[in-house]
């Protein structure tokens, strides 16, 4: 027997109703979703926020609950599975909320991020902002993969808020960034997008901007953004909230003072520790000649296959040609590129594939080495030397965060060993050395240079790695360490299959240039009395640049050697002219070595007359060049039209079988038109010449004539002659 489904009354009508008609149970809050509040319940909300903010302790805050935050916020905390602040986070979070300026450092790793994204919603929750108050928090970093991890921080931690929020930076659409950019509550940015927006969007609007924040803030602050950040920060309202975090925090006062800060609070939990890289983090250095860097690489790459590495370079073209030349090699490990010279798009998918991946090598430049959480890396090698010892600090930092434990490599040349070891003791840094078992060296030269003999595209980008890689070194700040006059150049062009070492033309500029610049204008050239007997290429020497006042001026010499003085004040080349001076003077001497008279000079070294010659000489050898051009032109018609002879001459008299000639074998046979003589050949009568012909004759003989010649025609020509045959 079939049972059946049992049916319901509904309590107004009587009438019976199937279940899955059955009403629902109304929601809590009158049917609105979780943490969708009345404007009542938020303002209660936000009262009771801003009064604990002054009474919160940070001794008492263990966890994200024991800080007055809003529901909304902790809610997303949960959610993103984070439940106790670090250290960092502890110390700047209820700071930030007072609404003070934070001038915060920390280790690498350390959750910075969330110490200034929790600041940020609860500033624009308590002020009740909405998606008509425009932009109300600014965030800057200085990479776009770093903006695109705190923009999916964002999008993680902040659902349940109802503020909008846009990724700008360079590579995406300018177009779309534009039509929404005014609409949006919550930046972040690069500082090269962000400053063509102001310049470029009318929409673009940031008067009621209520907090600043500037990630891995001395990196923006330095050279690279010094005019792109001077020029956002003049059309910022003053009136704001500051927030700057990095892991090697600036304490310029110039950098501070254009940030407008006021009385910033300066947070660094880790400062007082004995070492300012996490402790997890084993560190290590090794020393290797430039030609066998490669080669290194290589066999650390082929020891370590099942690991995940990041391989730090000091440019672009390095990371190029390393990329190419290891993936010809093949080998047992994915190979990655990262650098600030590729398309956005591919960026964000070798980014996310590095992530995602556990056997696989990230080959980067420094676009990759600040404020990127790559989880569970296990090496970070850095091939090229660091600037400096923050940079050095950031590139380790990619591994050993939050906790979890990691490894660093070192790679210096001999003669930057003792300056970079030094250089990181006195940044607190512990750092060990290790020596190679040249046994485990896997050289792969050989293939190398047959990869490079076979595709004159990949020999071009190693020529360009190269020259890159020698710039780097000369371009850096501390000569004490980086000398590139000491690097062997023809053993590093070999290391990288090149069997030629390419010219670095920027290294003899500089050369030139230094040269230049130790010679100065106030140098003397004085005779020394004392070496009266040594060579005339010693005659001369070059004394040290000496400056006397006039009252030590010597006295002009016997022998007539006068030494050039100076005044105190430099002389410039701009008062010289106004002072109508000669600035360079030549003295011209006689066969017996006297000095020539001014009517004397002048007559042997006349300017105008000079000038006049040469105008004269410019002017003969354009009229020469130009003869000489159209001789070359006559020359060249007189061959083509003995040529076009000689082909004339070997084609028959009624044209050949060229496409070109006429054929004119359908004309009448003139003999047979005109009734021409017969000759009797065989009775041996007289030749054509004895005969005296008719008219008619006549007439045949002159169109045979005309018949002979008829190569030397035209097709158009051809025609009329047979149209006037023919009648």
Not at 109 to 127: D, H, M, Q
Not at 652 to 670: A, I, K, Q, R
Request: hydrophobic residues 35%; proline residues 4%.
């Amino acid at each position: 027997m079939a049972k059946v489904k049992p049916q319901m009354k509904h309590p107004s009508n009587g009438k019976r109703v199937k279940d899955k008609f059955k009403r629902k149970p109304k929601q809590q809050n009158g049917g609105k979703p979780r943490f969708k509040f009345s404007m009542k319940d938020e303002e209660s909300e936000i009262a009771r926020l801003t009064e604990l903010y002054a009474t919160a302790k940070i001794e008492e805050t263990s966890s994200f609950s024991d800080f007055p935050l809003s529901k909304k916020t902790l809610g997303g905390l949960k959610q993103g599975q984070y439940h106790k602040p670090t250290a960092i986070q502890r110390e700047s979070i209820l700071p930030a909320l007072q609404g003070k300026d934070i001038l915060a450092a920390a280790k690498t790793g350390s959750g910075k991020t969330l110490a200034f994204l929790i600041p940020v919603f609860e500033k624009l929750y308590t002020s009740q902002w909405t998606k008509l108050d425009g932009l109300g928090a600014l965030i800057i970093t200085p990479t776009r993969e770093l903006a695109l991890q705190i923009f999916e921080t964002v999008a993680k931690i902040g659902k349940l808020h109802d503020f909008t929020t846009g990724l700008i930076i360079g590579g995406q659409n300018l177009k779309a960034e534009k039509n929404r950019l005014h609409q949006l509550n919550i930046i972040i940015c690069t500082p090269g997008r962000l400053l063509q927006h102001m310049d470029q969007n009318p929409l673009f609007d940031c008067t009621n901007l209520k907090i600043l924040v500037l990630d891995e803030a001395d990196r923006c602050l330095d050279l690279g953004f010094e005019s792109a950040m001077n020029a956002i920060i003049e059309n910022l309202p003053s009136e704001r909230q500051t927030l700057l975090f990095s892991a090697t925090q600036t304490k310029s006062v110039k950098d501070l003072a254009r940030l407008n800060l006021r009385n910033p609070q300066y947070i660094a939990p880790h400062e007082k520790e004995q070492y300012t890289t996490p402790t997890r983090l084993q560190q290590n250095y090794v020393a290797v000649e430039l030609g066998q860097k490669l080669t290194m690489l290589w066999s650390f790459l082929k020891a370590h296959s099942k690991q995940k590495i990041i391989v730090f370079f000091a440019t672009c073209k390095q990371v190029k040609y390393f990329y190419e030349v290891f993936r010809k090699l093949r080998p047992s490990t994915l190979l990655l590129p990262l650098y600030g010279g590729m398309n956005q798009e591919r960026r964000n998918k070798i980014y996310t594939e590095f992530c995602t991946k556990s056997n696989v090598c990230l080959l980067a430049t420094d676009v990759a080495s600040r404020g990127l959480d790559f989880p569970k890396v296990n090496w970070v090698v850095q091939l090229d030397c660091p600037e400096d010892a923050n940079q050095y600090i950031h590139r380790a930092g990619r591994t050993a965060r939050l906790n979890t434990s990691g490894e660093s490599l070192l790679v210096l040349l001999p003669q930057e060993e003792e300056g970079v070891v030094k250089m990181l003791e006195r940044s607190k840094v512990p750092i060990n050395k290790i020596h190679i078992d040249d046994k485990q060296l896997f050289s792969p030269l050989i293939k190398i240079q047959s990869f490079l003999a076979q595709s004159p595209e990949l020999k071009e980008t190693a020529k360009r790695a190269f020259v890159a890689y020698v710039k780097s070194v000369a371009l850096m700040k501390d000569k004490s360490i980086f000398d590139a006059s000491k690097l062997d150049l023809e053993a590093y062009a070999k290391s990288l299959g090149l069997l030629v070492t390419p010219r670095v033309r920027f290294l003899s500029r500089m050369e030139n240039k230094s040269k230049k610049s130790n010679v100065k204008t106030d140098v003397k050239v004085a005779i020394d009395e004392n070496d009266e007997d040594e060579s005339d290429e010693e005659f001369f020497t070059v004394k040290k640049s000496e400056r006397f006042s006039t009252m030590d001026q010597p006295e002009v010499e016997e022998n007539g050697a006068q030494p050039v003085t100076e005044s105190k004040k430099k002389v410039t080349k701009v008062k010289l002219l106004k002072k109508a001076l000669v600035t360079n003077k030549k003295i011209s001497f006689d066969d017996s070595g006297n000095a020539l008279d001014e009517e004397v000079r002048d007559e042997v070294y006349d300017i105008e007359k000079a000038r006049a010659q040469l105008k004269l000489a410019d002017a003969e050898d354009k009229e020469r060049y130009k003869n000489l051009q159209k001789a070359k032109r006559v020359a060249k018609k007189e061959k083509l039209k003995r040529k076009a002879d000689e082909e004339n001459e070997e084609e028959d008299d009624f044209g050949s079988d060229d496409e070109h000639s006429v054929d004119l074998n359908w004309l009448p046979d003139p003999d047979k038109v005109y009734n021409g003589l017969e000759q009797d050949d065989e009775s041996g009568g007289s030749s054509a010449e004895e005969l005296k012909p008719p008219v008619s004759t006549k007439k045949a003989a002159k169109k045979r004539k005309i018949a002979d010649k008829i190569d030397d025609i035209t097709l158009t020509e051809a025609e009329q002659l047979a149209m006037n045959l023919l009648k």
